[in-house]
């Protein structure tokens, strides 16, 4: 019953490119699976093109309506599907109020000309055109993309841009991975007034990363996901919120994980919880092994440090001067049920390794990256705040590291924050691997883009630099925090 219900609704969605549909189910509540309310668009012979709109749209979440940002009308915006050494073309089309562009977030793709150059800009009502070849070699994985114009970042994110992309490749051929029911989860928080508007944020919404109450997983409140019994589930999670970190438990399940940000691990590693800090990316497999029934995807407390967070407690920031954002990362909120369906024909084992990670040579130059934060009385009314890497903010016109192509380096981040506040480093272009944490050697090899750094901490990254020349950037991926200065630009010379 189920699984003609789902195929229906993969059918419908395909065939009607941006239509915002409704499972429609007689008895439908909790265990009526209720995604796909995104279209999917997979390259043709290598071809993936497609039109993409950013627009005001109103929909609902949960109970209230909203009046939101998006790409094509939804959220998440359309899933981009394309294989290592497809062509992709994005005919990209503003129609918001403000200028925005487009960035593709974890892909290793040109950081300049059409790809993923951060530095076009679309005014209100322009046109761009995005174009760019995946390599060949180009690890499977699940990528994300959002707007990247500085200062506006945060809020364009906030107010509901963003989508999945999603590179298919020899992981998505190993047998047992095949086998495994996949899922899609784009994790994005939203905060709503009464009139069903995004509040502007506070001084502490800045400082902090504003985070809204509302979970939503694929833009849905509390949606049902369909675990076979003796089956697998495959789960490819996007944290697509600003600034809020997740903590993520399944009753009853532990998880699997088998890619991080940028593909594959050698092997499958057991996990109670699963913690991704904003832009980060998990895949994960789930054995359908336990009592039938539903149990929920939880997320847990978290506390990401800063003088802010011992406010939090009671869930609600004071209004006024504070800002109107709901802070609420210090419940365990459900925000998702996975319920067994039918039993498949042959229990599905998990698989034993997946696809081996490359040792990268040792590094040729080291550099020290520090993460800080300033705060004080500006001339106007309210304070101001800067966030900060090697004390400076964000400057177009200076380049803060000249890197050669075809070397490796180690970066070391090293997190001074007076405040305490934990925060999440994101470089584009490159994926890097984690050597350490204050000295001790990171417990497995996989390749991350983006990574948290705690208060105090000391993260060792090595970074290969190989085939992409021209300027790109890193930052912090607490959104607010990019958009107060967190980001620095580096010259990969040919
Ligand atoms: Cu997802 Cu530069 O960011
Ligand atoms: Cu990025
Ligand atoms: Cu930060």
């Not at 129609?95 to 892909?107: C, I, K, S, Y």
């Not at 989860?185 to 985070?211: S, W």
């Not at 089956?231 to 399940?253: K, P, Q």
Request: hydrophobic share 40%.
């Amino acid at each position: 019953m189920y699984l003609i219900n789902r195929r229906k609704f993969i059918f419908l969605s395909a065939a009607t490119a941006g239509a915002i549909l409704l499972p429609q189910c007689a008895n439908g509540t909790l265990s009526t699976p209720s995604k796909i309310a995104t279209t999917q668009t997979t390259s043709i012979n290598g071809h993936l093109d497609i039109d993409l709109e950013a627009r005001p749209a109103t929909l609902n979440l949960g109970q209230q309506q909203a009046h939101l940002i998006t790409y094509n009308g939804q959220i998440p915006g359309p899933r981009l599907e394309a294989k290592p050494g497809d062509t992709v073309r994005i005919r990209f089309t503003n129609r918001l109020t403000q200028a925005t562009n487009l960035h593709f977030h974890g892909l290793h793709i040109p950081p300049t000309g059409t790809a993923d150059n951060i530095f076009l800009r679309v005014p209100p009502g322009g046109t761009q055109t995005y174009e760019f070849t995946l390599p060949k070699n180009h690890p499977a994985g699940t990528f994300y993309y959002h707007p990247h114009l500085h200062e506006l970042v945060a809020a364009q994110v906030f107010g509901g841009l963003g989508g999945i992309f999603v590179v298919r490749g020899a992981l998505d051929d190993i047998p047992e991975i095949r086998a495994a029911q996949e899922e899609f989860l784009f994790l994005k928080d939203f905060a709503l007034n009464a009139n069903g508007q995004i509040p502007v944020p506070g001084h502490m919404d800045l400082m902090r990363g504003r985070e809204g109450s509302i979970l939503t997983v694929n833009g849905q409140v509390n949606p049902t996901f369909a675990l076979p019994s003796g089956g697998l589930l495959r789960f490819r999670i996007v944290n697509a919120s600003t600034s809020r970190f997740y903590r993520l438990t399944l009753e009853d399940h532990p998880f699997y994980l088998m890619a991080t940000d940028g593909g594959a691990i050698a092997a499958p590693v057991e996990l109670q919880e699963l913690l991704l800090s904003p832009g980060e990316r998990a895949e994960v497999l789930i054995q359908g092994n336990r009592p039938p029934g539903e149990y929920r995807l939880l997320s847990l407390p978290y506390d990401r440090g800063g003088m802010g967070s011992g406010m939090m407690h009671g869930g609600r920031m004071g209004g006024g001067m504070m800002g109107g954002i709901t802070h609420s990362s210090n419940t365990t909120q459900p925000i998702a049920i996975v319920t067994y369906q039918d039993a498949v024909a042959q229990p599905l084992p998990l698989p034993h390794t997946l696809i081996p990670v490359e040792t990268l040579p040792q590094p040729s130059q080291t550099r020290r990256i520090e993460m800080s934060m300033a705060m004080g009385m500006g001339n106007g009314m309210g304070m101001e705040l800067a966030f900060l890497f090697n004390n400076q903010t964000f400057d177009m016109n200076r380049v803060d590291a000249v890197v050669k192509l075809g070397t490796v380096e180690d970066w070391e981040l090293v997190n001074l924050d007076p405040d305490g506040m934990e925060h999440s480093f994101h470089l584009h272009t490159n994926p890097f691997q984690v050597i350490s944490r204050n000295g001790k050697p990171d417990p497995y090899q996989a390749w991350e883009d983006t990574l948290r750094v705690r208060a105090n901490e000391t993260v060792r990254i090595r970074i290969p630099f190989r085939d992409f020349a021209g300027k790109t950037v890193y930052h912090c991926h607490v959104l607010d925090h990019e958009d107060l200065g967190m980001m620095g630009m580096v010259e990969i010379q040919g």
